[in-house]
Nanobody, 121 residues
Framework: QARLVESGGGLVQAGGSLRLSCAASGNIGSIDDMGWYRQAPGKQRDLVAAITSGGSTNYADSVKGRFTMSRDNAKNTVYLQMNGLKPEDTAVYFC???????????????WGQGTQVTVSS
């Protein structure tokens, strides 16, 4: 079975940077779109950034110009470079991917376990 594992979260001061990674492993045939979402306490989970299999990206307005999502297809890994962090970026960040397992003819959506990002003022 496929799985996603995030890493790279932590505590940083406002204005600082963090780089999140999300690696897909397991019984992977192919991966389509991948995304980063975040969820702050008491709030819904929102899309932060997404990337297609071809490398096209889109970002939430709140992070445009500060966050950059990239993808290494050879490693089945996506990254989220976060610069100019603000206290309002504090949340649990989740990785999301549409994965087709080997031997299957359809894609399923998978989620990672999440990684905490805390930005102090």
């Amino acid at each position: 079975q496929a799985r996603l594992v995030e890493s790279g979260g932590g505590l940083v001061q406002a204005g600082g940077s963090l780089r999140l990674s999300c690696a897909a492993s397991g019984n992977i045939g192919s991966i389509d779109d991948m995304g980063w979402y975040r969820q702050a306490p008491g709030k819904q989970r929102d899309l932060v950034a997404a990337i297609t299999s071809g490398g096209s990206t889109n970002y939430a307005d709140s992070v445009k110009g500060r966050f950059t999502m990239s993808r290494d297809n050879a490693k089945n890994t996506v990254y989220l470079q976060m610069n100019g962090l603000k206290p309002e970026d504090t949340a649990v960040y989740f990785c999301n991917a549409k994965i087709r397992e080997r031997g299957r003819g359809y894609f399923l959506t998978y989620w990672g376990q999440g990684t905490q990002v805390t930005v102090s003022s």
